[in-house]
């Protein structure tokens, strides 16, 4: 039967001259790469990235924020950790500001506020594709509108070398949890046995219930009734970030039990860990057709052997800076929620791996055919505990090593982001445009596709979401097509040209 499928993807590929020529040219690249960083928004780091539909085409509409109640805020105000005015930083006017520039001064270098970044509260704030409750429905307010001048960045560059698109979108709504998951397999995970301490609190809108003293977005962060963001959707799908079954997980081992699992009955405080999942993932048909593959994580080896602790001692790598440790996120680690790639299965051992395994085969040319790449914690960008240019640096220098690779001249690689982090865009998410679905897609975000065979210079205006990453993998290696790859979504074939030959680089 698979066989069968991956038959007829590739027939259908080949059904037009123009499709052919496009396999042809598909099937020289030989290894593809995915380096996946963390939340940001495209206009949030390319706003005024040259020739890019930026923050200049922003309709009034979509720069200027409103309260709760739909009337415009008065001004932007930036909140504190506790949802409170934060008194570093002024009000600012309803529209977007750079950060790194008076009177706000926060360089690239330096941690900022952390937006929250969650499902419900992200559906909120693109309001129908008028992305105007972005300050509204966040934990720090004004902050959301911020902007970086990207030209700073090394990624910035690389950019303007190879092709940036313009039309990328997260694959679903809300935050790294669940955005991970849409990258191996378009899919939202089930927990239908979820205690209802971890459910969502919906009205029947299907909005977040404000809590009866929520603030105006001008005076504090908004509050509703759901703990935390609420983990798991009224009818049992998680949707926010929810721990891993296996070690490493946010969540120790159970006292008395195997080092290698969570502890099943996690915290009063963040409910329990997600059961292992069985959907079919990316892997699975990489698998079934042969073909290599390997999810290289920054971190991995430590946060594994500092998860394996027994319960009563204090994690070291997990969830921590503190001692300039590396801030490993095990919700950034998809196929770690998945039975196939249990403790002790041949899947774990054969395809999960550390990221020195994955510099050390850069220069070995030894990498397989399919890679994804995911930086430990400190080096994704992420807000909170990573700074912008921490990450910009540690993936431009694996470029570079990409690119001096004995592997260079048939690869692939592709730069993205798992979601926006909570920050403005103002391009409307096509959720709502024929070819969404009740996950996505959500905010757009930075994506770059760098290869000897990538237009030159480009910008793709493709509409793509991070399961575009999915059906380029597929159509490539004639997988069988995983069921939630949206049908209308771009391949990235569009970033290529392959009608001429590059060399010399």
Request: hydrophobic share 35%; with cysteine; aromatic share 12%.
């Amino acid at each position: 039967m698979q066989k069968k499928i991956a038959m007829a993807v590739v027939a259908l590929a080949l059904a037009s001259p123009q499709a052919c020529n496009a396999q042809e040219g598909l099937a020289r690249i030989k290894t593809i790469v995915v380096i996946y960083a963390e939340n940001r928004s495209f206009d949030h780091l390319y706003g005024f990235f040259p020739g890019a539909d930026g923050i200049t085409n922003a309709s009034s509409e979509q720069k200027t924020q409103l309260d709760h109640d739909g009337t415009v805020l008065p001004y932007l105000t930036i909140f504190g950790p506790h949802g409170k005015p934060d008194g570093r930083f002024p009000r600012m006017p309803n529209e977007p500001f750079r950060i790194d520039a008076a009177p706000i001064n926060v360089p690239l270098n330096q941690l900022a506020p952390n937006p929250i970044h969650a499902f419900y509260h992200n559906q909120e704030q693109v309001n129908g594709g008028r992305n105007n409750m972005f300050a509204a429905m966040s934990n720090v307010g004004g902050w959301t509108m911020g902007y970086f001048d990207g030209s700073q960045l090394r990624l910035w560059e690389w950019a303007k070398q190879y092709t940036l698109a313009d039309k990328f979108f997260m694959g679903a709504f809300g935050g790294s949890f669940l955005n991970h998951f849409w990258l191996v397999c378009a899919c939202t995970p089930r927990f239908p046995e979820a205690p209802e301490s971890m459910r969502v609190q919906l009205d029947p809108a299907g909005k977040l219930i404000k809590a009866p003293d929520s603030p105006s977005a001008k005076d504090g962060a908004v509050e509703t009734l759901s703990d935390a963001t609420g983990f798991v959707s009224p009818d049992g799908y998680a949707v926010n970030t929810t721990q891993p079954p296996y070690q490493p997980s946010g969540f120790p081992p159970e006292a008395h039990g195997s080092l290698d699992f969570a502890d099943p009955n996690g915290t009063p405080a963040r409910g329990a860990p997600l059961p292992p999942q069985n959907e079919k993932t990316i892997g699975d048909t990489l698998s079934a057709r042969d073909v290599t593959w390997t999810w290289y994580a920054g971190g991995w080896s430590a946060a594994l052997a500092d998860g394996r602790r027994p319960p009563s001692e204090k994690r070291k790598v997990i969830y921590t800076r503190e001692g300039n440790a590396p801030y490993f996120a095990p919700h950034h680690q998809p196929f770690n929620y998945f039975a196939r790639f249990a403790p002790g299965t041949d899947d774990r051992s054969n395809h999960l791996r550390d990221g020195e395994d994955f510099v050390r085969d850069i220069e070995h040319g030894s990498l397989p055919q399919v890679t994804f790449y995911k930086p430990v914690g400190r080096l994704t960008q992420h807000p909170g505990f990573s700074d912008v240019a921490s990450g910009d640096l540690h993936i431009a220098e694996l470029l570079g090593r990409l690119r001096q690779s004995p592997q260079w001249k048939d690869m692939a690689v592709i730069v993205t982001y798992d979601e926006n982090g909570g920050f403005w865009d103002h391009v409307p998410s096509p959720a709502g445009s024929g070819w969404g679905d009740r996950w996505g897609p959500g905010t757009r975000i930075p994506t770059i596709i760098i290869s000897p065979y990538a237009k030159r210079g480009y910008i793709d205006s493709t509409s793509y979401d991070t399961t575009s990453i999915l059906k380029f993998i597929t159509r490539r290696f004639g997988l069988e097509p995983l069921s939630g790859v949206r049908r209308n979504v771009g391949d990235l074939t569009a970033a290529f040209d392959f009608a001429h030959e590059r060399s010399g680089e």
